[in-house]
């Protein structure tokens, strides 16, 4: 199974009430971040609480996708697991001592050894009862927990959400809808997970939070949205996420889970995709798009880290949709006919 390619579902939603915002007066930023040294893309997925290190992949001269990690200046230190090519680092501890992330990623989902790397060592593969997992590593905590999931280790094609901690798979994450995929992608120190689920009768993707036992979906309210997808929540219930509309392109956005609000956070500077990964204590997001990497900033300049680029500044616009609006979203779903989406040439996989 190639998680590159989905079937996925087209959609107008353009009838539905939705209470929405034009852009306010506050402006955020996208700072750019110093590509990998003689890379041809760099990619960053995440960011510590300090806002000073980050963690990502980038494409190297030989080809391959690399891992790497290091100072918002530009000092990076590269790395793979042993015996693997193309690595992504999917994330980065607030404190910046642990990363999580997978290997392999020209093959298929299954194929995708997946492992954790405290600073200072080697990238070590996370295991199930001495089982090597694959699928995907991502998000981490405060209590150095991450999520992910992992593809059935009996072989029966079926994958996982999951959390685990320091190698080792911990236990499976289970939501509210049947599913041959469930995707798990963020923590936070609450024990809230955001990840999504692949609707099994059109191949869908559809966003998910799972709080104190009970799994809400989520979709970006655009008219135009196809699948939607969530990466990343901190302490205070921000997440992070991306959706892709009927033509083809990847959006981004930042989700406020108590007040059900998102932000939409698009480089202008985009063709394809935007595609927005971890997100810190403070609010940053690490965010990728066609154009380049970037940490979005939605604070005072002041409060903002700098990289030296100049920042392209972005409107902040935001659209609530209540808890009623957001379930006649997803059902209005699941009547349409499926359209094939694929995810375009460069864009990170999900």
């Known amino acids: 199974m190639r998680i590159r390619n989905y079937t996925m579902l087209a959609l107008g939603v353009s009838g539905l009430a939705l209470a929405s915002t034009a852009a306010d007066a506050r402006k955020a930023q996208l700072i750019p971040v110093i590509p990998f040294p003689g890379a041809t893309t760099t990619t960053v997925f995440g960011i510590t609480d300090d806002g000073g290190t980050i963690g990502g992949s980038y494409v190297g001269s030989d ?3 690399h891992g790497f990690y290091g100072t918002i200046d530009g000092t990076y230190t590269s790395f793979d697991l042993s015996g693997q090519t193309s690595t992504q680092a ?7 001592k642990w990363l999580t992330g997978f290997s392999n990623i020209t093959d298929v989902h299954c194929n995708f050894p997946e492992w954790e790397l405290k600073v200072g060592g080697a990238a070590q593969q996370i295991t199930k ?9 991502q998000g981490l905590n405060k209590d150095e927990q991450f999520a992910g999931d992992y593809c059935d280790t009996g072989g029966s094609g079926t994958i996982f959400g999951q959390l685990g901690k320091k190698y080792k798979w911990k236990s499976d ?3 509210s809808f049947s599913s041959a995929y469930t995707g798990e992608r963020g923590v936070n120190a609450a024990g809230t997970v955001v990840g999504f689920y692949v609707n099994g009768g059109t191949g869908l993707q559809i966003g998910t939070v799972i709080s104190g036992g009970v799994t809400t979906q989520v979709i970006d ?3 135009n949205e196809n699948y939607t997808v969530l990466e990343g929540v901190n302490d205070d219930g921000l997440a992070s996420g991306q959706w892709q509309d009927t033509s083809g392109i990847v959006h981004s956005f930042s989700y406020d889970i108590s007040g059900a609000t998102f932000t939409e ?4 500077n985009a063709a394809s995709f935007t595609q927005a990964w971890g997100v810190n204590k403070k609010g940053l997001i690490a965010v990728t798009s066609d154009a380049g990497p970037y940490i979005y900033c939605d604070l005072k300049p002041s409060k903002c880290p700098s990289t ?3 920042a392209i500044e972005v409107d902040v616009k935001t659209m609530h949709v209540s808890p009623a609006e957001m ?14 989406q694929v995810l375009p040439k460069g864009a990170a996989l999900q």
């Open 63 to 65: 080809g391959n996708s």
């Open 90 to 96: 999917r994330a980065i501890s607030g404190d910046g």
């Open 129 to 137: 009862d001495g089982t090597p997992l694959f699928g995907e590593a």
């Open 173 to 175: 994450v289970t939501g």
């Open 221 to 223: 309210p655009g008219p």
């Open 265 to 268: 956070i698009d480089d202008p």
């Open 308 to 310: 030296g680029a100049a």
């Open 327 to 340: 379930r006649r979203l997803v059902e209005a779903k699941k009547g349409h006919p499926a359209v094939k």
